[in-house]
């Protein structure tokens, strides 16, 4: 890893949605959401995985300020996604790859998520993402299926990996996570350090394929 960040800098978000991330300590440890209010309404927040400006609001979102995939009343509405949307579009000559990480499913993920079209790019992005499920796997046997979001899990608009694509940058991927169900969203302490140890090895992968193929 030394050797690929003596070549590549590494722009790291731990927490993307800080407001909803800590209502899920507080109060509801499944909110999704992001926690803004819109006078009027007695909902809050907007799902911030549809509220990107990517097939906005067309598929597997909804427009009900109420639903947990409310996509938001505009692209970018939320604070946490336009700021995220601004520090990419004022970088974007420099950013090669994109990596955001969810959970759960075991999924590597890359566009399109808002269309059943295939990406200009599909078979370079399915080949990387088998490659770094290869390495991901080679650790603890943790299978990965990898392929684009739409036909792989669901259709989905409106999220930060397709954005990211149409903005230009091409490597662009979106992992889920252990476990398949058993466990879910609420995976046991005893597997956090052992999945972060293996991703860290799908990331590498991806890493030092960007940078031998620089576009």
Same mark, same amino acid.
């Given at each position: 890893m030394t050797s690929l960040l003596d070549q590549m800098d590494v722009f790291v978000l731990p927490v993307f949605n800080i407001d909803g991330y800590d209502y899920t300590h507080k109060s509801n440890r499944m909110?999704?959401?992001?926690?803004?209010?819109?006078?009027?309404?007695?909902?809050?927040?907007? /799902?911030?995985?549809?509220?990107?400006?990517?097939?906005?609001?067309?598929?597997?979102?909804?427009?009900?300020?109420?639903?947990?995939?409310?996509?938001?009343?505009?692209?970018?509405?939320?604070?946490?996604?336009?700021?995220?949307? /601004?520090?990419?579009?004022?970088?974007?000559?420099?950013?090669?790859?994109?990596?955001?990480?969810?959970?759960?499913?075991?999924?590597?993920?890359?566009?399109?998520?808002?269309?059943?079209?295939?990406?200009? /790019?599909?078979s370079e992005l399915l080949k990387v993402a088998e490659g770094a499920s290869a390495a991901l796997r080679s650790l603890y046997g943790t299978r990965y299926t990898s392929g684009p979001g739409a036909a792989t899990i669901y259709p989905a608009a409106g999220g930060s990996d397709d954005w990211a694509y149409d903005l230009g940058v091409k490597y662009s991927y979106t992992f889920e996570l252990r476990d398949t169900g058993r466990y879910g969203f609420l995976l046991p302490e005893s597997q956090i350090k052992p999945t972060c140890e293996e991703t860290m090895l799908a990331v590498k992968y991806i890493a030092a394929y960007v940078q031998k193929n620089l576009y």
């Open positions: 909110w999704r959401k992001t926690r803004s209010r819109k006078s009027g309404s007695s909902c809050i927040g907007a /799902d911030p995985n549809r509220n990107f400006n990517a097939g906005w609001c067309t598929t597997g979102a909804s427009s009900n300020p109420c639903s947990d995939t409310f996509c938001g009343y505009k692209p970018e509405s939320e604070i946490e996604v336009k700021n995220v949307a /601004d520090f990419i579009r004022r970088n974007k000559s420099i950013i090669k790859a994109y990596l955001t990480i969810h959970s759960y499913s075991q999924l590597l993920l890359f566009p399109y998520s808002y269309t059943f079209e295939l990406a200009a /790019d599909h």
